[in-house]
C-alpha cells in the first residue's frame, strides 16, 4: 500500500474520533442543532474526512472504502455549499454512517499492517 494512503485513512480515523469526542456530551439532535461551536466543528472534520477519501481514490481507486464517492459529495456539499448544510443530515451521517465508517477504516489500517509484517 501506497505510504500516503495510510497516512489519509489515519487521518480519516483520527477526524471521525474527533467528531465522537465533539458529541459525546450531546444528548438529542436539538441539543446538537443547538449548539453552533459543535456543528461547525463536526462539520470540518467530515470536511477532512471527504478530502483525505478523495486523495485516497486518486491514489489508488480499488482501497474499499463502502460509498467512498458519497462521503465526497458530503464534503463538497458542506464545503461549497455551506450556506444550505442541513444540520438532520449532517446527525444522521454521524449517528448512521460514521461507525461503519470507522470500522471500515480500521480494517483496513489493521490489513495494511497484517501485510507489512
Request: net charge negative; charged share 40%; proline share 2%.
Amino acid at each position: 500500500m501506497i505510504k500516503s494512503i495510510k497516512k489519509y485513512l489515519f487521518d480519516i480515523k483520527t477526524a471521525i474520533e474527533s467528531i465522537e469526542e465533539y458529541v459525546e456530551p450531546v444528548d438529542s439532535f436539538e441539543e446538537y442543532q443547538q449548539n453552533k461551536l459543535i456543528r461547525r466543528a463536526v462539520e470540518r472534520e467530515i470536511e477532512i474526512i471527504g478530502e483525505a477519501t478523495n486523495r485516497i481514490l486518486k491514489l489508488d481507486d480499488s482501497v474499499n472504502i463502502a460509498h467512498a464517492r458519497k462521503i465526497v459529495d458530503t464534503r463538497n456539499w458542506v464545503i461549497h455549499g455551506y450556506d444550505s448544510v442541513d444540520d438532520k443530515i449532517i446527525w444522521g451521517v454521524i449517528t448512521k454512517y460514521l461507525p461503519k465508517l470507522k470500522d471500515e477504516v480500521e480494517k483496513l489500517l489493521s490489513e495494511k499492517d497484517r501485510n507489512r509484517s
